[in-house]
């Protein structure tokens, strides 16, 4: 399967939904996993917050969301070769972690935020040597605000925004202000909006006062947390352990974008300590970034180990999913 993926035909990308199904298909016959997401005010704004997110319609939004989420990673590696080749791989591996966190079947607003977050990852990447890149940096902060008002701990992001527009570029002071006025623009139409419905309060409680929590934590010592933390924990460590074999002999732009998901890592570790309720569905926020670990891992091994290694880990979490704990 890693071979049908290893490809630089685009159109390869319609069988993404195949392999969600493939990967996600035991939800369909096992019972539902508690969910204690906290959501953003604008979960709240589109009536989301009493929606019984374990029904059918939210298992298929849930599903179709880290489809998307898969072709917007493919679309990330395609357009700046992250991985020094022209592959689909990022996303099926992508799709294969976000499937080991057992509360990833059902609609979150986790889910909608990472699609937001991977938007704007995007116009990081497309400053890369842009001399006038700001409609890309205002992207950036538009983007991420969307996210922030879905999943709050993504706030972190706007450092890491910075971080990565030093990285990629010559950040200047006044692209600051533009990533900032990006961020600002979603918050003030939104506070608008809530004003007009006489909310206003409402929107700032949410979004602001109980927004943050510091180690807020609600993870359950069982098996069902068990496996997802291992799973997801060793291709961490497989990642950080290889970033010397990733980035050598890479071009200056690969080894830059490199450094970017190496720490997106980071900061997405910095969100389980300030997110409300953070609970083992916020593992997601790291996926995006070792989906390209795991790629880079695959491709350091022969073609059919690399088909044995995928094939295990598909099977492990197929297999997961029917557990009876």
Known sequence: MIKLFRTNQFVVNILLPFYVLLVRFPVFFTESVESNVSGGFGW??????????????????????????????????????????LTLVPGICYILLASAIPESFYFSPLLIAIFF???AIHQMFECYKQYSPAVHIFNIGFWLSISYLFY???IIYILFAILALVIIRNFKAKELLMLLIGFLTPLALVAVYSFWRDEL???YEIQFVQSLAWRDWMLNDNLQNLFPLLFIGIIFLGSIIGYQKF???KGIQDRKSIDVFYWSMIFAGITFLVQPKAGIIH???LV?????GLTFLL?????????????????SVILWQFNPW
């Open 44 to 85: 709240q704004l589109l009536g989301l917050d009493s929606w019984n997110v374990a029904s059918l319609l939210g298992i298929l939004l849930a599903g179709s969301l880290i489809g998307l989420h898969g072709l917007l990673i493919n679309i990330i590696e395609y357009q700046f070769k992250l991985s020094g080749e």
């Open 117 to 119: 977050l991977l938007l």
């Open 152 to 154: 709050s701990s993504i």
């Open 201 to 203: 309060g409402v929107f």
């Open 247 to 249: 980035s050598y002999k």
């Open 283 to 285: 593992l997601l926020l």
């Open 288 to 292: 995006p970034s070792l989906a390209f």
């Open 299 to 315: 491709f350091r091994l022969t073609p059919s180990r690399a088909e044995a290694f995928h094939f295990f880990l598909l099977i």
